[in-house]
């Protein structure tokens, strides 16, 4: 029988990531088959997709709580389908909420279950490390602190670094970033991104324009650049631009091309998550932000262990970066934030020096190294 992996991936970076997984692993086992939740990238690679990705794509425990029926039923089925076909591994990428539940019946079924991606458990809700340690064969982690946790736990791990490092340029091309969106080499440039999900648009659109407006009266040549991921933002962001009579500031909208608009930036004003990491990775000076329900804010803030949101500084161990969340997300503060950014070349170049280092750490070549901490749960890939 040939060699079969069953894997869970949620959302769109979890399908990058098993995407690159997949690949990784069939250089060593050419005639691996690949099924279970998955997105079109793992399509692309030959997953057989039981079910797309995007329907684990929850935001918020109200979501989460009204799609508990329906996520429930297709772990189940998915549980019951893994246990019929008996793969050689399973493997959850990301999306521990879905995947630790399903990870735990696997292994106690006998079939070895591996998580990529760490759940956070240092920035909140540590106690979940008692849930893994039940629940895993081995844990993969992409940050390097993250490692002696589960060792502490008696968790099998391994840390093969951060995909992100891997694909981008340890030197970014600002010059060439800036002529493929057209801008002079001499302007300033902001990019303002404010998150890939609806809910984060709608939070933050109308202080980022706000905040655009103060820096267009301090910088009359600043040009803001928005790079939104879907029609859905973009039409969100377009609505807060009419609401806010903003049509008249320098807000030139992008479909995608994030990566291109933070390189050419000056500065990058960005809702914590991804993205920020990515702005470090671009060694761009940042400022971050976020806003989310008031209430939700109060539980996070309370099971939080770190004083920072923000990955850059968490990876960096250093507020390197300010971080203006909630009710001090305010249009002047961020003004005021980004403008000492763009007053103070010397610091730029500073913490441009700093996210150099990092990225280094975090360059492990990712999908090779999580492939060869994965090889030796497979065996000899037959089950009878």
């Not at 935001?59 to 246990?83: F, M, N, P, Q, T």
Request: hydrophobic residues 45%.
């Amino acid at each position: 029988m040939p060699l079969r992996i069953a894997m869970v991936a949620g959302e769109a970076s979890g399908d990058l990531l098993a995407s690159h997984l997949i690949r990784a692993i069939r250089r060593h086992h050419p005639d691996a088959e690949f099924f279970g939740i998955g997105g079109p990238k793992m399509q692309a690679e030959g997953f057989d997709a039981l079910w797309p990705c995007e329907l684990l794509a929850v935001h918020g425990y109200v979501d989460a709580l009204k799609r508990y029926r329906e996520l429930s039923g297709i772990r189940k089925a998915l549980l019951a389908i893994i246990r019929a076909q008996r793969p050689a591994a399973f493997i959850g990428v990301d999306a521990p909420d879905f995947n630790l539940w399903l990870e735990g019946r696997v292994k106690d079924g006998g079939t070895p279950a591996i998580h990529f991606v760490s759940p956070s458990i240092w920035a909140w809700r540590g106690g979940r490390i008692r849930k893994i340690a039940r629940s895993v064969s081995h844990m993969l982690c992409l940050f390097p602190f993250e490692p002696a946790l589960y060792e502490k736990a008696g968790v099998p791990v391994s840390y093969v670094g951060h995909p992100l490092a891997d694909v981008f340029p340890l030197h970014p091309d600002r010059s060439g970033a800036r002529e493929k969106l057209n801008l002079a080499l001499g302007i300033r440039v902001v990019a303002m991104l404010p998150g890939s999900r609806q809910s984060e648009v709608r939070n933050l659109a109308d202080t980022f324009i706000a905040t655009a407006r103060l820096l267009h009266r301090r910088h009359p040549e600043a040009v803001f650049l928005v790079p939104l991921a879907t029609r859905e933002t973009r039409q969100l962001f377009e609505a807060a631009v009419h609401r806010n009579d903003a049509r008249e500031l320098p807000i030139r909208m992008l479909f995608g091309h994030a990566v291109e608009a933070m390189t050419a930036a000056d500065v990058v004003l960005v809702a914590s998550g991804t993205a920020s990491l990515e702005a470090a990775l671009l060694k761009r000076p940042m400022v971050i932000s976020y806003r989310i329900g008031k209430w939700q804010y109060r539980l996070m803030k309370r099971m939080a262990y770190l004083p920072w949101v923000g990955l850059p500084n968490i990876l960096c161990n250093d507020s390197l970066v300010p971080e203006l969340l909630q009710d001090d997300a305010t249009a002047d503060k961020l003004a005021a934030a980004v403008d000492r950014w763009l007053g103070d070349p010397v610091a730029c170049r500073r913490v441009a020096q700093r996210f150099a280092e990092l990225h280094l750490s975090l360059r492990q070549n990712t999908a090779e190294r999580a492939a060869a901490a994965i090889l030796p749960y497979l065996g000899d890939g037959v089950r009878s």
